[in-house]
């Protein structure tokens, strides 16, 4: 997780927007805001292989950054993929924020 929100820092994000959807559509002059959030989570098909396929799709900024080794890369990716891979285990997504509102 923290080397997710630092790679996401790096390269001009910001990993915990969503926490501050509200007050960013209010400063933008919107009324009615209304915000949600969802985290599905299961024990097999999209939720389970979220976490494992944003590693992978994070490692080359992760080893570019110097925040870990291809080695200790490899070495998550395989325990991430046994994890996945047994019938018993059960993954949630990251939160996901929504917000609407209404423009003035």
């Known amino acids: 997780t923290e080397m997710y929100k630092a790679v996401v820092r790096r390269n001009g994000g910001d990993p915990l927007i969503g926490r501050r959807l509200q007050c960013l559509f209010e400063e933008g002059g919107f009324r009615e805001v209304n915000t949600a959030v969802a985290q599905p989570f299961g024990r097999d ?23 870990a080794t291809l080695e200790e890369i490899d070495d998550i990716q395989a325990e991430l993929d046994a994890f996945t891979a047994r019938p018993d285990t059960t993954i949630s997504m990251p939160r996901i924020f929504q917000a609407w509102a209404r423009r003035p």
């Open 45 to 67: 098909g999209d939720a389970k292989q979220a976490v494992r396929l944003t590693f992978a799709s994070t490692t080359g900024a992760m080893i570019e950054a110097g925040h």
